[in-house]
């Protein structure tokens, strides 16, 4: 404040010599005379002579000819009487018609105030069905993940199956490699004895002797591989069959799903029916219940008015008419006003079930949709099992086929090393329909003549799995013989 003051010194100055002229006009404008004293003061007397006597009987006389006579006084009660009924009667009128104006005021608030709780009522059943909607769609969305996790895992699982099938056909192809080399180097050893028993002829019956033992041997270990062979087939047929009935019992989980969830949309249909049953004779119910109170009121009002006629007489005619165009008037506002809330009803009526049908269209659409992206997923699922399961088929079947030839192939000696390709087509019966075809062989003639009479030898080779509905180029297979 200080620092103010200082910065500006010709203010302050001025503000001071302000405050000397204002002091100086103050003390200047009083009056400083001294004070009179009061008990010099004392009370008037008038003196009454004759003359004033004369005057003052003088004025009463004009005084008493100025007084109204007693007619005129009688005459100017019934006016005032008359005037004062006809201000009281005005009055009464005004009294009436601002009773009137504000019984109407009154009507138009609780018009008002029913549109009003009417329309906060429809927003609130909007509120409630919009909340309604968004959970039923987060129940639709839940049920729409839970099924594509449950599909999910389904097709990992149907995944981990064929692995296990291709890595079950992988050892099984082990072992027969094995075998082949076990018969290879047997087949070796005969070699090998044969020549020596060239050298050594007094050996040959023993070397005969191990070769019988040992020809015994490979035929029960055959035999005993067969058995294992024939054990792995039908524990592949158990769990394919297992397999089947497990997807036969999912399949018939996920029918039931659907229709639990069938169920429920119909439930939910039903509550939504049965809600807009009830909001209807509430509505139906209100309806009535003004209707009563309006006849009420219409019925308190013909009595006042009949009243009022009996009580105005001659008077209230033109009263009356003109009451009676009032009401004709208010009656046909009041009617306009009822059509044009009806029509304003009829219309939000309307424009409410078109909404309804529009999200009842939608949500059929959308559920029409889901349902159709659930059955191409369970579609295209169950054709990758089913492709899965029929190459896993066809593999073992090949496989079979292979031993079965080879079971039955004798190639010559010294054909160690070479191989050949064959191309053949089997009917459902395990027959070569379509002729033996060889298409490469890198062995002599004979080599190649002993691989066509396998398969020739082989006939009816292992039937085609029955199961499958299987092509023509699903019955023809390659084979490598070596």
Request: hydrophobic share 35%; proline share 2%.
């Amino acid at each position: 404040m200080l620092k103010v003051l200082l910065r500006h010194p010709g203010a302050v100055l001025g503000a001071i010599i302000l405050h000397l002229l204002l002091g100086g006009l103050f003390f200047f404008s009083f009056d400083w005379s001294e004070k009179p004293d009061l008990h010099e003061a004392g009370i008037p007397i008038a003196i009454i002579t004759e003359g004033s006597l004369e005057t003052q009987a003088n004025s009463v006389a004009e005084e008493e000819s100025a007084k109204p006579s007693e007619k005129q006084i009688i005459k100017e009660k019934q006016e005032a009487t008359d005037a004062k009924e006809k201000a009281e009667k005005l009055e009464q009128q005004k009294i009436a018609e601002a009773q009137k104006k504000a019984t109407a005021e009154k009507k138009k608030i609780a018009k008002k105030q029913a549109e009003a709780q009417k329309k906060a009522e429809a927003e609130k059943q909007k509120a409630a069905l919009a909340a309604a909607q968004a959970l039923k769609l987060k129940k639709e969305s839940d049920n729409k993940k839970r099924l594509q996790l449950e599909a999910k895992q389904e097709e990992e699982r149907l995944e981990r199956e064929a692995a296990e099938q291709e890595k079950a056909i992988a050892e099984r192809e082990a072992q027969r490699k094995a075998d082949e080399a076990e018969k290879a180097q047997a087949e070796k050893a005969q070699a090998e004895a044969e020549a020596k028993e060239q050298d050594k002829k007094e050996q040959t019956a023993k070397l005969e002797a191990e070769q019988i033992e040992k020809e015994k041997k490979l035929a029960a270990k055959k035999a005993a591989e067969k058995k294992a062979e024939e054990k792995a087939e039908k524990e592949a047929e158990r769990k394919a069959q297992k397999l089947a009935e497990k997807k036969a019992k999912d399949k018939a989980k996920k029918e039931a799903a659907k229709k639990e969830a069938a169920k429920k949309r119909a439930e939910e249909k039903k509550q939504e029916r049965l809600a807009k049953e009830k909001a209807e004779k509430k509505a139906a119910a209100l309806a009535a219940e003004r209707k009563k109170e309006k006849e009420a009121e219409e019925a308190a009002e013909r009595k006042l008015a009949e009243k009022r006629k009996a009580e105005e007489a001659e008077r209230a005619k033109a009263a009356k008419e003109k009451a009676e165009k009032e009401a004709a008037a208010k009656a046909a506002a009041e009617k306009a006003e009822r059509e044009k809330a009806e029509a304003l009803a009829a219309k939000k009526a309307e424009y409410h079930r078109k909404w309804q049908e529009a999200q009842a269209k939608k949500k059929a659409e959308a559920a029409a949709a889901d349902a159709k992206r659930k059955s191409d997923a369970e579609a295209a699922a169950r054709n990758k099992s089913l492709e899965k399961a029929k190459y896993g088929a066809l593999v073992s079947w090949g496989g079979k086929i292979q031993q079965h030839v080879k079971r039955r192939w004798h190639p010559p000696p010294g054909t160690k090393g070479e191989q050949a390709k064959v191309r053949i087509t089997i009917s459902n019966s395990g027959f070569i329909s379509s002729g033996i075809q060889i298409k490469s062989c890198s062995g002599n003639p004979e080599f190649c003549a002993s691989v066509k009479e396998a398969f020739e030898r082989s006939e009816p080779l292992p039937r085609p799995p029955s199961k499958y509905n299987l092509s023509k180029s699903d019955r023809t297979i390659t084979f490598k013989m070596d």
